[in-house]
């Protein structure tokens, strides 16, 4: 049972590129969501799904697109990357949204 | 939307003493509370959570109050141990399946 996959674990990025993280799960959760973690910062929600063909937008959802074509894969685009966002990015997924989420192991993106 | 306030960012306690942790959400209609544990480098798990129909919950060492009337929600860690040792965050959901999550406590048990 591998749970939540999320890949790149590491990436460097120009200003200006772009690029899609990847996030699948095997436990057949409707519910997804994609997290940036900065320092003191807590984790803030980007893009959350609540089942396959619907997406919406969370607190700070502005740089970043997502789709949610099949109920294992949520991948999160970096549309046109700045420095801003560099920051550590989870991917979760729980049954419903009001259950226990699991999350990925993170990705650490640097934007120079 | 939600805003979710949690004290102390820090916290140093002797092993085997109490550790308390305490959120405060705005938005009265959020109605679920998970706490997660953060361990350096490693992705946050779930400890416990609590819906908003209920006051209480325990699981072993750990417990969590909530106070509807006042929008907090706590959690309790008795008889702490080393391994405890972690970051913890707070979270509201709302009722547009969005969390807010508070900016965390580092929690440091001294043995």
């Known amino acids: 049972n591998a749970g939540v996959t999320q890949t790149p674990k590491f990436q460097v990025l120009k200003t200006g590129q772009s690029m899609t993280l990847q996030c699948a799960q095997d436990m057949n959760h409707e519910y997804m969501s994609w997290y940036r973690q900065d320092p003191g910062m807590g984790l803030r929600l980007i893009h959350y799904?609540?089942?396959?063909?619907?997406?919406d937008q969370g607190e700070v959802p502005n740089g970043y697109n997502v789709s949610r074509s099949t109920t294992e894969d949520f991948p999160l685009r970096l549309l046109s990357a700045a420095p801003s966002q560099t920051s550590v990015y989870f991917c979760?997924?729980?049954?419903?949204?009001?259950?226990?989420?699991?999350f990925g192991q993170g990705t650490r993106l640097t934007v120079v | 939307g939600e805003n979710v306030e949690q004290h102390p960012s820090t916290l140093s306690v002797q092993e085997g003493d109490s550790a308390v942790i305490k959120c405060t959400y705005s938005?009265?209609?959020?109605?679920?509370f998970p706490w997660y544990k953060q361990e350096l480098g490693k992705r946050p798990q779930l400890i416990i959570d609590i819906r908003s129909n209920v006051g209480e919950k325990k699981d072993q060492r750990i417990a969590v109050t909530l106070n509807k009337t006042a929008k907090h929600f706590s959690l309790h860690i008795t008889e702490t141990q080393p391994e405890d040792s972690a970051v913890y965050f707070c979270a509201a959901l709302n009722t547009g399946n969005q969390f807010y999550f508070g900016t965390g406590t580092s929690l440091t048990v001294i043995p």
């Open positions: 979760a997924s729980s049954p419903f949204a009001n259950t226990e989420a699991f």
């Open positions: 799904s609540v089942g396959a063909g619907i997406t």
């Open positions: 938005d009265s209609a959020s109605n679920y």
